[in-house]
C-alpha cells in the first residue's frame, strides 16, 4: 500500500512537471532548408524567466527548446549552471544565426558561453541539434506564433546595442 501511494505520488509530480513545461510552448522555430528542424519553444521575456531558463530539466525532448528575448538588443553571456544536459546556444540578430554555441558542458559555472555580437534572441536546443541539422552562422531562421517577436515594428534604436 505505501508503495502504491509513493508510486503515485511520484508520478503525480512527473506530470505536473510534465505539464507545467507544455503549458509555456508558445511558438516554433523554423530553419528554413534544413530537414526536420523545427523546434517548439517555451518563451523566457522576464528577467526571472531568463534566469530560470532549462535549469534542474533531466532532459529535454528532441523538438523543444527555449528563446531568450532581448529588448533592446545587446550583447549578452550564458552559462549552464543547475543545467542538467548539454546545450546548443544559438544566438540570433533579427533572424539571422550570428554565434553558436555547441554541446555545452552542463551543470557548471567555468565555462561561459558569450554571443560575441549583438542579438535579439537566444535558443537553446538540446547539444547537437544544430551539428545534426546543419545549422551555421548565418543561416536565417523564422519564429511563429510568438507575439514578442516581431521584427517589423522594431525601430533602428532598439537593434543598437547598449
Sequence with gaps: ???????????????????????TLEGLIKFPGKKDSTVFLEVASTDAEKEKGLMNRPDLASNRGMVFVFRPSRT??????DTLI????????????VNIAKNTVPNQTETLYPSDKTVTEVVEVNGGFTDNHKIMIGDRIAFENIP??????MSKLMSVAK
Design 86 to 97: 548539454s546545450l546548443d546556444i544559438i544566438f540570433i540578430n533579427r533572424g539571422r544565426v
Design 148 to 153: 514578442q517577436i516581431d521584427y517589423s515594428g
Design 76 to 81: 549578452v553571456i550564458f552559462w549552464m549552471k
Design 1 to 23: 500500500m505505501i508503495k502504491r501511494i509513493s508510486l503515485a505520488a511520484i508520478i503525480s509530480v512527473l506530470l505536473f512537471q510534465q505539464a507545467n513545461y507544455s503549458k
